[in-house]
């Protein structure tokens, strides 16, 4: 299943130019982009992440998945169907970018309780930055993050950054193996 969807990733959300031509969230410039949202919503793509995730987590004693919005919602979408499927469920939340403007102003959005024991996941990690800010806008609701979850580490200290915070980050798929596969078609 890992080898297929990175074929997947590299055929529908992986971009390299030679020069760098891809403007980053953090303003840089990259010779290589990732736009995972053409898998996490692709059917098949959902099949793959749902049950690669869900054996990740699977046995941790996890009751929710859930992320920033936007990135995290399909992937913890397709894990939750997973694990019902599999007659192990496992709730999806979203953690906002901003809280709810009316009504219970809430960060996070799903059926999960203080207390709960919770997977952080993000499409794309670079520096971090998104997935720490779900990572403390979670800790603020009062959940318990047993693991972080990387669909792409793209290999450029985001990793370590949330990792010196005290969470040890999993990844399913690395820059360096895109790029591999990348190579191998295009020597």
């Known amino acids: 299943m890992k080898d297929r969807l990175i074929r997947l990733i ?6 390299f130019s030679e020069e760098p031509m891809f403007r980053l969230v953090s303003g ?28 990740m987590i699977n046995g941790a004693g996890i009751a929710g998945i859930g992320g920033l ?10 894990v939750a169907y997973t694990s019902y ?16 403007a009316h009504g219970t102003m809430q960060w996070i959005e799903g059926n999960v309780t203080t207390g709960g ?11 971090g930055k998104s997935t720490i800010e779900a990572i403390t806008k979670a800790k603020e609701g009062g ?14 200290g985001g990793k370590e950054n ?3 915070l005290g969470h040890a980050v999993e990844t399913v798929v ?11 078609m295009h020597p």
């Not at 499927?85 to 709810?100: C, D, G, W, Y």
């Not at 993000?122 to 520096?127: E, K």
């Not at 959940?143 to 450029?156: G, P, S, T």
């Open 69 to 78: 919005t936007l990135g995290a919602d399909p992937i913890a979408d397709a």
């Open 28 to 55: 840089r410039m990259s010779n290589y982009y990732f736009n995972c949202k053409t898998v996490t919503l692709h059917p098949e793509g959902m099949y793959l992440i749902g049950n690669i995730i869900f054996d």
């Open 10 to 15: 590299l055929e529908k959300a992986f971009k």
């Open 143 to 156: 959940l318990d993050i047993v693991k972080v979850i990387a669909l792409v580490d793209r290999q450029e």
């Open 174 to 184: 690395t820059r360096e193996e895109v790029m591999a596969l990348y190579r191998a």
């Open 85 to 100: 499927l599999k007659n192990s469920p496992i709730e999806a939340f979203v953690v906002r970018k901003t809280a709810k």
């Open 117 to 127: 024991k919770i997977a952080i996941v993000d499409d794309v990690i670079t520096t």
């Open 162 to 164: 949330i990792e010196a």
